[in-house]
């Protein structure tokens, strides 16, 4: 009995050079409904080796596995610069913006904006994280400096 390659989106399981890249880009579930389809359509005189399957299937779980720990790890930076964003509110900042030009005012909140911590200034102005080159304590508010500020440059 002839079988004949099975097509899933356009994708043909005769062709492994190809299709290879193409393959990598499936999600989870549709790499199933290939594989359930393959376990349909083959040949019970001749049916595929079970090892290579569930290789495969352990190698979509590693991927899935990966992309779920990318995913947490991306969520803790995120925190930790908002927790080191949310220490800067009250003190006097200065920074470059999106334009390079110089910057300054005092942080009033915290914003997450494309993943990351971004200052609000007292100027209504935005600053990110990255781009602050100068931070300064507001006169009255540190009790341990006789001046009234203390400056840390990055």
């Known amino acids: 009995m002839a079988t004949t390659p099975i097509s899933t989106n356009g994708l043909s399981s005769g062709s492994n050079a190809t299709n290879s890249n193409a393959l990598g880009n499936l999600s989870s579930g549709d790499f199933l409904k290939v594989v359930l389809s393959e376990l349909r359509n083959q040949d019970p005189f001749q049916p595929q080796d079970s090892s290579k399957m569930l290789e495969q299937l352990s190698s979509l779980?590693?991927?899935e596995s990966?992309?779920?720990l990318q995913?947490?790890?991306?969520?803790?930076v995120t925190q930790n610069g908002v927790t080191q964003a949310s220490a800067l509110i009250g003190k006097t900042v200065t920074g470059l913006d999106d334009t390079n030009a110089s910057i300054s005012?005092?942080?009033t909140s915290v914003?997450?904006?494309d993943g990351k911590a971004t200052l609000e200034l007292d100027t209504g102005k935005l600053?990110?994280?990255d781009r602050v080159t100068q931070i300064a304590s507001v006169a009255g508010t540190n009790t341990g400096n006789t001046t009234g500020t203390t400056t840390t440059t990055t």
């Open 105 to 107: 005012g005092i942080v």
């Open 127 to 129: 600053l990110g994280m």
């Open 66 to 68: 990966q992309l779920t």
């Open 61 to 63: 779980r590693n991927i």
């Open 71 to 76: 995913q947490q790890l991306q969520s803790l």
């Open 111 to 113: 914003r997450v904006q």
